[in-house]
C-alpha cells in the first residue's frame, strides 16, 4: 500500500512538471513566430515597404504613373536640362560669319542702271554686335560681299527674337540699313560710255529678314548658321557727259540670297 500511494505521488509530480515545462515554452514558440515573418498588421492590410502599395491599395506594375508623380518627373527633366546647358542671363553678343552671296542689283527690275553686268556670286563677310534683353537682341552689322563683277558693303541695324531651347537658340532677325557698291569691274561699264568704273557710284538702302540657330557650346561661345534673303533698292548716280549712255542717274530694285555660318561670343 505504501508503495502504491508512493507511485501516486510521484506520477503527480511528474505531471505537474510536464505541465510547467509546456507553460515555459509557450512564449518561446510565439517569439519565434514573430520572427520567422509573421506580420503582427491585421489581415487586409498590406506592407508599405519598397516596391509594396499602401494599405487598401492593391499595387499594380504595370499601372502609368500618378499625375504628380508625372508632374514631379516633368521638374525635373526641365532642371537637369537648364543645369545641363548653364546658361545664365546674357547682356551682350558679338559674332562674325562668313558665307556664300547671291547679289543682283536689278533682281526685280528691268536695265534700268545701264550696265553691262549686274548680277554676281561670291563670299560675304560680317561682324555684327549688340545688346540682348531676354529674348530680343538689337544690335548693328557690317557686311562685305567680295563677287566677281563688283563688290558691295552694308550697314544695317537688326531686330533679332530668339526662342532658348536649352543649349540651342533658334532665332528670326529684321533688317535694315544703307547698302552702296565699293567698286566696278570696268567691264560692268558699257564701252560706248567712256566713263572710268571709279566714277560711277551705286548706292541706297536694304530690307532683310534671316533664320538662324546657334548651338551654346559654352555659355559664352556658340556656333551657328543661317539662311536670309533682302531686298537693294539701289540708284546709281549720273556720270560723264551727256552723250554716254550713263549721263543720267537711274534707279533699280535688287535682290540677295545669303548662306552663311558664324561664331558667336556672349556675356
Not at 81 to 94: C, I, M, P, T, V
Not at 127 to 145: D, E, K, M, S, W
Not at 202 to 224: C, E, Q
Amino acid at each position: 500500500m505504501n508503495r502504491t500511494r508512493s507511485e501516486r505521488i510521484s506520477f503527480r509530480g511528474a505531471r505537474s512538471a510536464i505541465v510547467a515545462a509546456a507553460l515555459t515554452a509557450l512564449p518561446a514558440s510565439a517569439l519565434a513566430q514573430s520572427q520567422g515573418g509573421y506580420s503582427s498588421q491585421p489581415y487586409g492590410q498590406s506592407q508599405t515597404q519598397y516596391g509594396q502599395s499602401s494599405p487598401g491599395t492593391v499595387y499594380n506594375p504595370g499601372a502609368p504613373p500618378s499625375s504628380s508623380a508625372g508632374d514631379r518627373y516633368d521638374r525635373e527633366q526641365t532642371a537637369n536640362s537648364d543645369k545641363d546647358s548653364k546658361r545664365g542671363l546674357e547682356f551682350f553678343y558679338a559674332n562674325a560669319g562668313i558665307g556664300l552671296s547671291v547679289l543682283g542689283m536689278q533682281t526685280f527690275s528691268g536695265n534700268d542702271l545701264k550696265l553691262e553686268k549686274t548680277s554676281s556670286t561670291g563670299p560675304a563677310f560680317d561682324v555684327g554686335a549688340g545688346l540682348r534683353l531676354f529674348v530680343f537682341t538689337l544690335g548693328p552689322r557690317l557686311r562685305y560681299h567680295q563677287l566677281s563683277a563688283f563688290n558691295l558693303w552694308q550697314i544695317t541695324g537688326e531686330l533679332g527674337l530668339h526662342i532658348p531651347a536649352g543649349k540651342l537658340d533658334p532665332y528670326f532677325t529684321l533688317s535694315g540699313g544703307y547698302a552702296f557698291v565699293g567698286s566696278l569691274d570696268q567691264d560692268v561699264i558699257p564701252s560706248s560710255s567712256n566713263v572710268s568704273s571709279n566714277d560711277v557710284k551705286v548706292k541706297g538702302g536694304s530690307v532683310g529678314v534671316a533664320l538662324g540657330l546657334d548651338y551654346y557650346i559654352a555659355p559664352f561661345f556658340s556656333v551657328g548658321g543661317e539662311v536670309g534673303a533682302q531686298a537693294l533698292f539701289l540708284k546709281r548716280e549720273g556720270a560723264g557727259t551727256a552723250e554716254n549712255p550713263l549721263a543720267d542717274s537711274s534707279a533699280s530694285v535688287g535682290g540677295n540670297l545669303l548662306f552663311q555660318g558664324h561664331v558667336g561670343f556672349h556675356l
